[in-house]
């Protein structure tokens, strides 16, 4: 089965960036395509890099709608995600499956966890927006497109300047899309994540549950989270809205340890105390503000188009 992941990242790449794409090329079953403005090298067959700036992938992107798109910054690009198969027609010609997928995470031995027998049973594959896959059919490429309830949401989405979380499990989102359409089938679980919640002063999974770990290893292909009596194996670790600080003589084709905001080849290395860097949460006013901001322009929307 042939599958390939579509990501687009613009700006200043993440300090780890060498260890996200050496886990890439270990899955050597997967076609990554890295669309970014950055001076990406890599000798990796499974690794197409592709560049171009920012302002002409969102010219590339208007090129597929014909209303008007706001596309004004990277950040947004995750609202347009799940269209990815249809924007890029071209990359996904021949693949059975298409997907894409965050940057801020190194992958493990994904196919250990989510081998193909298990993929081709569902349309769309994993819910978070660190990775998905998606069938390669018409119907599923557009799925963007469906109604949840009365009409399509998605015009209000990609026309707003605020960010939906389309990708993912909000209240405006391709799941509850699918969840309107019983018939696309869709694989939820979140047991083999290594999500590190970005907040707070404990180093914690945040799913399916939160837990408390020691520390995050990566090795041999591999990536492990321990707690205070063993390593587990996971599919991959989320490192969401977190910095680090990599050793001097830190050597990514190494086994690496990680703990709060540290990085090294040295589980010595890593600190159990919480750093300073680590970000708090924002505040509930910022939150409510965003909320009513994206509620104000959607019914702003539906108003529109309840009056032609």
């Known amino acids: 089965m042939k599958k390939c992941i579509i990501t687009c990242y613009f700006g200043r790449l993440p300090d780890y960036f060498e260890l996200f794409?050496?886990?890439?090329?270990?899955?050597?079953?997967?076609?990554?395509?890295?669309?970014?403005?950055?001076?990406?090298?890599?000798?990796?067959?499974?690794?197409?890099?592709?560049?171009?700036?920012f302002q002409e992938f969102a010219a590339r992107v208007q090129n597929r709608f014909t209303f008007p798109i706001a596309l004004s910054s990277p950040y947004k690009w995750c609202d347009f995600r799940t269209a990815a198969g249809y924007i890029f027609p071209d990359l996904i010609a021949g693949y059975d499956y298409w997907g894409f997928c965050d940057i801020d995470l190194i992958w493990g031995n994904l196919s250990k966890f989510y081998p193909d027998e298990l993929i081709q049973n569902y349309d769309r594959f994993l819910v978070n927006g660190h990775i998905q896959f998606y069938r390669n059919k018409r119907e599923i490429n557009e799925l963007f497109m469906r109604p949840a309830g009365r009409m399509a949401l998605y015009q209000a989405v990609f026309r707003s300047k605020y960010n939906f979380g389309f990708d993912e499990e909000g209240s405006i989102s391709i799941t509850q899309i699918c969840r309107h359409h019983s018939e696309i089938k869709v694989y939820t679980s979140k047991n083999a994540i290594a999500d590190i919640c970005p907040y707070g002063n404990r180093f914690q999974l945040a799913a399916p549950m939160p837990k408390d770990i020691r520390y995050i290893k990566i090795c041999s292909g591999s990536v492990y989270g321990a707690d205070d009596k063993q390593e587990t194996e996971y599919a991959y670790v989320h490192f969401q809205k977190r910095g680090f600080v990599l050793s001097q003589d830190f050597d990514p084709g190494q086994t690496v340890y990680v703990r709060f905001n540290d990085m090294s080849n040295y589980l010595s290395d890593v600190k159990d105390i919480l750093p300073r860097e680590v970000k708090k949460p924002p505040s509930k006013i910022y939150i409510m503000k965003n909320r009513i901001c994206r509620a104000a322009g959607l019914m702003k929307y539906l108003n529109w188009k309840s009056g032609n």
């Open 21 to 53: 794409l050496m886990s890439c090329e270990r899955n050597k079953n997967i076609d990554w395509y890295l669309i970014t403005d950055r001076n990406i090298n890599t000798a990796a067959d499974n690794i197409k890099v592709m560049r171009c700036t």
